[in-house]
């Protein structure tokens, strides 16, 4: 393998030709479009529904708390959604934005703002749960509309000064080989001094996601236990809850490692294929943009998984869409 790799200090001339290359996956022209107009079509109904739902459910004290951050979710998935279709336009016209430079830092930002918000409401989610399971009598003589508000506030507070970074960078890169703009995919052109920066960004941000996904583990373990540790005379409610327990654990974890695991395991190596700061074969690289491409489907999915989670996380969000359909 390693007499096939073309190492970038070995001739400058290839290496700098190499360096102005973008990396691309033809497949994404085709499936990114079908794949995000299915998702836009039904993210947009199933979180306008839930929206709907968590508004009528407002007077519901003890769903206040996890109400907001529900809410707080399903705006996130929603502000991504709507950005859905100049992202179909992107690829439709072939990796080609023709649209302003303010809308593609917009509409980048706003998938970062979805994904790590998704990631932060639904870790609040779970610790929410573990929380009114270990501790009920002291989770339900708390404010937890205070706490509710003020953790989001919090949380959105540290998205948006994460995806500032987004912002205040151009978003729009020129691609002299194709003779198209770019939107967030000029990794490419950086100098050796700019590449630095990018890979530290994106480390710390796969090392705090897999911090945060093994939080979200151990709350949802933890209230496995805490339920299997009830005594015998409350065998046949246990069973219920139990059973409700589960599927909030396997909804929760199942969004985590469909739609974001996947991404945070390649993105490490992809951001190093794609700045060419490695000695990787063409093939390596090639291989890790292709997963790449198919693990940004993958987190686009969780706007459309989200609303299963609140159904699986509270038995009155369910109630209440079982007796509205029924009417």
Request: glycine content about 4%.
């Amino acid at each position: 393998m390693a007499s096939v790799c073309v190492s970038s200090t070995e001739n400058s001339t290839s290496g700098n030709s190499q360096n102005d290359t973008f990396l691309d996956s033809e497949f994404r022209y085709t499936l990114f479009p079908a794949f995000y107009g299915v998702v836009f079509v039904i993210g947009l109904a199933a979180n306008t529904y839930a929206l709907f739902v968590l508004h009528h459910m407002r007077d519901s004290r003890a769903m206040n708390e996890i109400r907001i951050y529900m809410t707080n979710l399903t705006v996130a998935d929603l502000l991504f959604v709507c950005v859905l279709p100049f992202w179909i336009s992107y690829y439709t016209h072939h990796g080609d934005w023709i649209y302003s430079d303010a809308l593609c830092r917009i509409s980048g930002s706003l998938f970062f703002i979805n994904t790590y918000g998704s990631v932060l409401f639904l870790t609040i989610i779970s610790a929410n749960r573990y929380w009114a399971v270990t501790r009920p009598l002291v989770a339900a003589s708390s404010d937890c509309r205070k706490r509710g508000v003020i953790t989001s506030v919090i949380v959105w507070a540290i998205i948006l000064a994460s995806a500032s970074y987004n912002l205040v960078d151009p978003g729009i890169q020129k691609d002299q080989h194709a003779g198209v703009l770019r939107c967030f995919e000029g990794y490419h052109n950086n100098d050796h001094e700019s590449k630095l920066p990018v890979i530290v960004f994106h480390f710390i941000i796969i090392g705090l996601f897999f911090i945060v996904f093994f939080l979200v583990i151990l709350c949802n373990v933890l209230i496995a236990r805490a339920l299997l540790s009830q005594p015998i005379s409350q065998q046949r409610r246990l069973h219920v809850t139990k059973c409700r327990a589960l599927r909030m654990l396997c909804a929760v974890v199942g969004v985590f490692v469909v739609c974001f695991v996947p991404h945070h395991v390649v993105q490490g190596p992809w951001t190093l294929a794609v700045l060419k700061t490695t000695d990787w074969c063409a093939e390596t690289r090639q291989f890790l943009n292709d997963a790449h491409q198919v693990t940004l489907l993958l987190m686009g999915l969780n706007c459309i998984l989200d609303p299963v989670v609140y159904c699986f996380s509270t038995r009155k969000f369910r109630k209440y869409i079982e007796c509205h359909l029924k009417k």
